[in-house]
């Protein structure tokens, strides 16, 4: 499993939103001079970001983006969800199965892995806020050590 950049990019410009003071508004220039981002790709996430119910885009002299909700209440598996997809793909789950060929469907005891693979990640990436992530590592290092990683 490998995170792209626009999730690394989205994690950052949400950060910089988090990190804004109460009501203040942020511009895709500010964001984009602040972490060295091109505009345009910079764009196409915060659309993803609000089409997913993250971040509020405010038109008119003066808008910019706003979070959607406290970052306490952002997790980060509904971040990676809507700019990678989802956590982890199961390549043997009926959705995904019909767009790829497995003659081992059946025989396969790696399914049963993947599937597991998957819960986990998504019960510990939904324990991981905006808010612990803005704060620093000692939250998410903690958290680390909680789940026993």
């Not at 390549?91 to 049963?112: A, D, F, M, N, V």
Request: glycine letters at 8%; charged letters at 20%; aromatic letters at 8%.
């Amino acid at each position: 499993m490998r995170f792209t950049t626009k999730t690394e990019y989205g994690l950052n410009c949400l950060a910089y939103m988090a990190k804004s003071k109460p009501g203040e508004l942020v511009t895709i220039k500010d964001m984009s001079e602040k972490e060295q981002f091109s505009v345009p790709y910079i764009e196409k996430i915060l659309q993803k970001l609000r089409a997913a119910n993250i971040v509020i885009s405010h038109q008119g002299k003066g808008g910019g983006y706003s979070l959607a909700r406290h970052p306490g209440q952002i997790t980060f598996k509904e971040i990676v969800d809507a700019l990678e997809g989802a956590t982890f793909d199961v390549y043997c789950e009926p959705e995904t199965r019909e767009h790829i060929i497995c003659t081992h469907l059946w025989l396969c005891g790696i399914r049963s892995i993947w599937a597991k693979t998957k819960e986990l990640l998504d019960n510990f990436y939904s324990s991981i806020t905006l808010e612990m992530i803005v704060q620093g590592n000692k939250n998410t290092q903690n958290l680390v050590q909680i789940t026993g990683q």
